[in-house]
């Protein structure tokens, strides 16, 4: 068998960055994770129809900072803040009291977003748009917002079958041992009637071209 190893966690420390950025002991190590296990999933349910990415949350002392990452700010910030002042009240008992703070950053091109790729294709498997429609548009309009390459895998009782299966589309590059490129990765469920089908999706973005640090330009001047 292929032994399969998360693309994010593969590359942690190389291209991508920890979504709980805090350091804890022995000790509080269970009860921080649990902690921030249930502040993903409360936000996550909470904000369902405002294109959450990602929840990167980050720990001070007693104070608990949380980074929304998301496409429709709006929805999140609701009606002169008062969405997000909920939020912080409720996070913030969540946590056992602690000062929480909530910032939103605004995801410029969802279309080159995995995660929310991957939730797209899920929600109109829902709808019941044929998985093959729904993947295919997907691919088009990623490539079209200048993706390098994009590959989607959707499995399990596909159209309704009896026997779960897999189906996959790639299009474009997406070499997935190569490090240094950029790759992004999203994982989505559709509930559907007839059972949970689940949505992968890896894409291949322009690697950003490094700029040199002062020190470097300096001594190369030299």
């Known amino acids: 068998m292929g032994q399969k190893v998360n693309p994010i966690g593969y590359r942690l420390a190389i291209s991508r960055d920890w979504r709980s950025r805090w350091f804890a002991s022995k000790k509080e190590f269970p009860e921080f994770l649990h902690s921030d296990l249930k502040i993903r999933t409360f936000v996550k349910k909470k904000l369902s129809q405002a294109a959450v990415a990602k929840i990167v949350i980050e720990r001070a002392w007693n104070s608990l900072r949380v980074t929304i990452h998301t496409a429709r700010p709006g929805i999140v910030i609701g009606r002169k803040g008062s969405e997000i002042e909920n939020m912080t009240k409720e996070i913030s008992a969540m ?7 909530i910032d939103i950053q605004e995801i410029k ?23 093959r ?9 990623t490539m079209d917002f200048g993706a390098l390459g994009i590959k989607i895998r959707a499995a399990g009782r596909l159209g309704g079958a009896e026997i779960s299966r897999a189906e996959w589309y790639r299009e474009g590059k997406i070499p997935l041992h190569t490090l240094r490129q950029p790759i992004d990765y999203g994982f989505a469920e559709a509930n559907t009637v007839y059972g949970k089908i689940g949505i992968k999706c890896w894409i291949c973005k322009k690697e950003e071209a490094v700029k040199p640090s002062q020190n470097e330009t300096q001594e190369s001047k030299a």
Do not use: C, H, W, Y
């Not at 946590?95 to 703070?101: E, T």
């Not at 929310?116 to 109109?124: D, F, G, H, I, M």
């Open 95 to 101: 946590s056992g009291g602690k000062q929480v703070k």
């Open 109 to 131: 091109t969802p279309e080159l977003d995995a995660q929310l790729v991957a939730e797209n294709v899920a929600l109109q498997i829902e709808r019941r748009i044929s998985f």
């Open 133 to 141: 429609r729904a993947m295919k548009k997907v691919i088009q309009t």
